[in-house]
T-cell receptor, first 113, second 116 residues
Framework: DQQVKQNSPSLSVQEGRISILNCDYT??????FLWYKKYPAEGPTFLIS?????DKNEDGRFTVFLNKSAKHLSLHIVPSQPGDSAVYFC????????????FGSGTRLQVQP | GAVVSQHPSRVICKSGTSVKIECRSL??????MFWYRQFPKQSLMLMAT?????????EQGVEKDKFLINHASLTLSTLTVTSAHPEDSSFYIC????????????FGSGTRLTVV
């Protein structure tokens, strides 16, 4: 069973607008969540993380929101830039980040100039 | 920031041969190394977890005799694909961390393995 789900395989937004990528999880033991950007044949690039004791974390254009009761997190990118076009993976871990990451299936973001 | 060097980035081998993939943490001591595999247009799937000096723990469905993992030091872990077959062709990625709360994960750049 998929413990981390990204239900939107793709998303297209205009440059300068907001991109919102969503992620749901089922495992209540997850307490550390991360977002990665990935290009084909490359390792994932870390974007932002959040621990379960918070509900929001910001870093520049990236903000991650966590709703523990709904087991849902989202990544907001504002403003979106063409260079943001990539596949974005949501990942979760248990034991305050000491365990392996479980990845979602990814969302391909395309930012149109 | 933390860096993990993974080699080779790309390898082509014949069926039945073995291939070794190395991951080195360059500026920190990685107590734990994770090995993932990604098939085209799919997610990263965990294959195994290795702690320095201990035997690796394999995920269900991953053959430990086929995918040999060694983590003999805090800066080096290797994955050897033994008797490779075309269905082993995939993208293999390592990830290193330390056993500290929310330390984070550093990924290698990946190895594209093609078995012909």
């Amino acid at each position: 069973d998929q413990q981390v789900k990204q239900n939107s395989p793709s998303l297209s937004v205009q440059e300068g607008r907001i991109s919102i990528l969503n992620c749901d999880y089922t495992n209540s033991m997850f307490d550390y969540f991360l977002w990665y950007k990935k290009y084909p044949a490359e390792g994932p690039t870390f974007l932002i993380s959040i621990s379960s004791i918070k509900d929001k974390n910001e870093d520049g254009r990236f903000t991650v929101f966590l709703n523990k009761s709904a087991k849902h997190l989202s990544l907001h990118i504002v403003p979106s830039q063409p260079g943001d076009s990539a596949v974005y993976f949501c990942a979760a871990s248990a034991d305050t980040g000491r365990r392996a990451l479980t990845f979602g299936s990814g969302t391909r973001l395309q930012v149109q100039p | 920031g933390a860096v993990v060097s993974q080699h080779p980035s790309r390898v082509i081998c014949k069926s039945g041969t073995s291939v070794k993939i190395e991951c080195r943490s360059l500026d920190f001591q990685a107590t734990t190394m994770f090995w993932y595999r990604q098939f085209p247009k799919q997610s990263l799937m965990l294959m195994a977890t290795s702690n320095e000096g201990s035997k690796a723990t394999y995920e269900q469905g991953v053959e430990k005799d086929k995918f040999l993992i060694n983590h003999a030091s805090l800066t080096l872990s290797t994955l050897t694909v033994t008797s490779a077959h075309p269905e082993d062709s995939s993208f293999y990625i390592c990830s290193a961390t330390r056993q500290e709360a929310n330390y984070g994960y550093t990924f290698g750049s990946g190895t594209r393995l093609t078995v012909v």
